[in-house]
């Protein structure tokens, strides 16, 4: 028996809550990861997991196995790596999670530079404005937008959002120009709603120390960054979008500006992964060049004093 592998596997299946989504993400059979887990236990004299036909838990003496085991990898990682830092380019699969938009306006057409740098990484990039479990769906680490509500995780601020309110020519014409965010309470909205909870956010806005706050009519709701653009661009309401996606198609007169010089609370992007994971030489490479990108992205760059960051997600 490898013990440094039947180690790893004893970790991925304590992280996953179970043998087969263990076996998924080491990209293993289930029956070797099953039969790794018994040599261990033969080896340790002691039962690691309690196992039922849906569940898998960790003993007490696992849990502190288990303690033991992200020590003992984390430290063989870091000296693997110390050593090959110098001489070799970081290598192998790194799974990310990012908002649809922010992917597809922002991250994927900057991929060149990333591939150039780094031509060992194969990078699979998961793309939704749904929240993933990192640990359950075996990500490395994830872009969120808004503030973070899973305190396990580690989190480094690398960009921040704007957003703009905005219509279609066609729908300005049919129903007319609002003045004041109140006047949104008698025109037709295009609404998110949390992939998480369900939840419909309100809109805010800001001017001259008035601060308007509203939930809108509309007959529809999406969570979907290009199905809610979709939207607005069929003349089905008005929208509020992160600017970076919308500037293309203010200048090219798809969408209007509207409710000018009233400004919506910017929102702090983040990286996050999990604590109990060695940061690993690819996924740090990919944060560094992550907040390098959004660095230089005129609407995304970092204040120097942090925003507002209100409790709730954000179509990107």
């Known amino acids: 028996m490898n013990k440094l592998q039947a180690m790893e596997v004893f970790v991925q299946v304590v992280d996953a809550g179970g043998f087969t989504r263990a076996a998924e993400n080491m990209k293993l059979p289930k029956a070797t990861v099953s039969t790794l887990i018994q040599s261990l236990e033969t080896s340790l004299a002691v039962k690691?997991?309690?196992?039922?036909?849906?569940?898998?838990?960790?003993?007490?003496?696992?849990?502190?196995?288990?303690?033991?085991?992200?020590?003992?990898?984390?430290?063989?990682?870091?000296?693997?790596?110390?050593?090959?830092?110098?001489?070799?380019?970081?290598?192998?699969?790194?799974?990310?999670?990012?908002?649809?938009?922010l992917a597809s306006d922002v991250i994927v057409p900057a991929l060149p530079d990333f591939f150039q740098r780094y031509p060992d990484i194969q990078l699979e990039l998961g793309c939704s404005d749904r929240p993933v479990d990192l640990v359950e769906e075996g990500v490395d680490c994830a872009i969120r937008g808004g503030a973070l509500g899973d305190s396990s995780l580690i989190a480094r601020r690398v960009g921040i959002l704007h957003f703009v309110t905005c219509a279609s020519p066609a729908y300005l014409e049919r129903y007319g120009r609002p003045a004041h965010p109140n006047d949104l309470l008698r025109h037709r909205c295009v609404n998110y709603f949390s992939a998480r909870t369900g939840k419909i956010f309100d809109w805010d806005f800001t001017r001259d120390g008035e601060r308007v706050q509203v939930a809108l009519p509309g007959s529809i709701a999406l969570n979907d960054s290009n199905a809610y653009t979709a939207a607005g661009l069929a003349g089905l309401g008005i929208v509020q979008m992160a600017n970076f996606m919308m500037e293309p198609m203010i200048k090219d007169g798809r969408f209007e500006l509207i409710l000018d010089g009233w400004i919506t609370d910017p929102l702090p992007v983040h990286v996050v992964y999990p604590q109990n994971r060695h940061l690993s030489a690819k996924v740090r490479v990919f944060v560094e060049w992550v907040a390098e990108l959004f660095s230089n992205h005129p609407g995304m760059r970092l204040p120097k004093a942090p925003p507002r960051a209100p409790s709730f997600e954000v179509a990107l």
């Not at 849990?63 to 870091?78: H, K, M, W």
């Open 48 to 101: 690691l997991l309690h196992r039922t036909t849906r569940h898998v838990s960790v003993t007490a003496d696992g849990a502190a196995y288990y303690e033991r085991c992200l020590r003992i990898l984390s430290d063989v990682r870091e000296a693997e790596e110390s050593l090959s830092r110098t001489r070799l380019s970081p290598s192998g699969r790194l799974r990310v999670d990012a908002p649809t938009g």
